[in-house]
């Protein structure tokens, strides 16, 4: 019976779950705000949006973010090579949790929702997508890429005064990986992949 309940995010009053119709949406019984709404191919629309996410990733992590001139010096910046700087540098827990938040945990979340909506989207192997939906309800709070992202925001404002800054593929990649996950973890949601999950038991 819980799982037909849905508690509102703004007024947390309990709302009775149903079924809805296409472009038809649930609002809350006493505030009016929206809770949810109907979504076809759902898990189509996140595989496709993952699987570009999971490139832009990489090319964000192994291409140059920006180039940087600093009186005829030039040099680029890239996330893998700088945690490589801060470990050989001595700073180990730094540069282990800038690699766990930044690298491997975005990744592995990216990964899991790449292979739980495809495996939802061919209806194959039911228990592997619940292992793989409650990582991703574990993993989805511990990705600080946003934060990692204002952080170099403001290296860069400080940096803009003494020093020529160009803008790389990374960067650009960055944004749109960024753009793409905070898309599917904030607006889709990862319940949405558990409804279908109900479903398809």
Request: charged share 15%; proline share 2%; net charge positive.
């Amino acid at each position: 019976m819980t799982k037909n309940i849905i508690v509102c995010p703004h007024c947390e009053s309990p709302n009775i779950k149903r079924a809805l119709n296409p472009n038809e949406v649930a609002v809350c019984a006493k505030c009016g705000k929206v809770l949810y709404k109907y979504e076809s191919n759902i898990e189509l629309k996140i595989f496709s949006l993952v699987l570009s996410g999971v490139i832009f990733f990489i090319i964000a992590m192994f291409f140059p973010i920006i180039k940087i001139n600093i009186i005829g010096y030039e040099d680029s910046f890239r996330i893998f090579n700088a945690i490589l700087f801060l470990f050989n540098k001595g700073y180990i827990i730094i540069s282990l949790f800038v690699l766990f938040s930044v690298f491997l945990f975005p990744f592995i979340c990216a990964v899991a929702y790449f292979m739980s909506s495809f495996l939802l989207l061919v209806k194959f192997n039911k228990s592997f997508v619940k292992k793989l939906l409650i990582l991703i309800t574990i993993m989805k709070d511990w990705c600080f890429l946003d934060i990692f992202f204002i952080a170099i925001l403001v290296s860069l404002i400080k940096m803009f005064s003494y020093a020529d800054i160009i803008f790389d593929i990374g960067f650009i990649a960055y944004i749109l990986f960024l753009s793409i996950m905070f898309y599917i973890v904030k607006i889709i949601g990862v319940h949405s992949l558990w409804e279908i999950y109900e479903k398809n038991m």
